[in-house]
């Protein structure tokens, strides 16, 4: 049964509404950054370009490097968009667009993140990279989702409310875990810890401004939370829903970000230009 066209909805070239993309020219592993601007640097390392669309906040760009086929797609900022993003990624692979109807045979998507972060711990310093091995999403978005609980982590979640004991106005914290084989295939050499998802960037990740945090001490009680002896290291806007969409919706997914702000040395890395294409370079070189 076709889903109707205000529900799936598609530009008029045939593509995703809003990322501009389709089955035929979404690569298999997709690299995911926040500005659309970074996604030039991937011109300067892809041996070749073979699409590219600009939407908004939204630019997409598929090419090869070594044999290997990537598209590169920027979010813009916060787990709204990667609601967006995740779910017609999910429906360029999967489904007919023409029809608006499933494809017979799942097709299943590499989704790695290359981002930027702040660290909750001194030791990882500004310009080293972390892997997330688990995400913690304090946004709240996979709560709106029914889903089989596959790579989620519901201890985790008890343990994690229970230290955190968090007012219950606030959006019920769930936790999921990262595609163990991108795992390996990346984050040699890495950090690797546990990466904190917020709403926003000040008051959710303990800013004050002007307003005043509602959560008293934040970034010292998530620094305090461990799960399996891996610690929180860092804290951001994306990963839960990342892992959160591709763990309910069949897809692999990884966040490997750069360190450019150190919360408690109160130190940030004004000029990340270069250790960020370094860190996109690096992920390319170990996925072809």
């Given amino acids: ?19 501009h993309l389709t089955g035929e020219n979404l690569a298999d592993t997709v690299l995911l950054v926040g500005d659309p601007e970074r996604v030039n640097m991937f011109k300067d390392i892809f041996e070749s370009v073979e699409y590219e669309s600009m939407n908004r906040e939204l630019h997409a760009l598929t090419g090869h490097y070594h044999g290997s086929r990537f598209t590169a797609l920027s979010t813009g900022m916060g787990c709204d968009n990667i609601d967006i993003v995740a779910t017609e990624l999910d ?17 299943s998507l590499n989704l790695i993140r290359i981002g930027t ?10 310009g080293s990279m972390v892997a997330s091995r688990y995400a913690i999403g304090m ?15 519901p201890d985790m979640e008890q343990d994690f409310a229970r ?43 303990g800013r004050l401004i ?10 010292e009680r998530l620094a305090e939370f461990s799960w ?8 951001e806007m994306e990963t839960s829903a990342i892992y959160g969409f591709a763990n309910a919706l069949g897809h692999q997914a990884l966040t490997v970000c750069l360190i450019i702000a150190n919360r408690p040395a109160g130190t940030f890395l004004n000029d990340y230009h270069k250790p960020m294409k ?11």
Avoid at 139 to 153: A, E, R, S, V
Avoid at 168 to 195: E, F, N, W
Avoid at 278 to 288: K, L, V, Y
């Fill in 1 to 19: 049964m076709a889903i109707k066209e205000s529900e799936l909805v598609l530009a008029p070239n045939g593509s995703l509404y809003h990322i």
């Fill in 91 to 107: 429906a360029a692979a999967n489904f007919d667009l023409a029809r608006r109807t499933p494809l017979t045979t799942h097709r």
């Fill in 117 to 126: 972060s702040g660290s909750l711990r001194r030791e990882v310093d500004c």
């Fill in 139 to 153: 946004d709240g978005l996979l709560n709106y989702y029914k889903h089989d609980n596959q790579g989620f982590l």
């Fill in 163 to 205: 230290h955190m004991q968090l007012d219950p106005r606030l959006a019920t914290p769930y936790c999921v875990q990262c595609s163990d084989d991108l795992l390996q295939r990346v984050a040699d050499g890495m950090h690797k810890g546990i990466t904190v998802t917020a709403p926003g960037f000040y008051g959710p990740q």
């Fill in 210 to 219: 002007r307003l005043e945090p509602s959560i008293e001490h934040l970034n």
């Fill in 228 to 235: 399996d002896g891996v610690p929180v290291t860092n804290l």
């Fill in 278 to 288: 370094d860190t996109i370079a690096t992920i390319i070189e170990r996925m072809s």
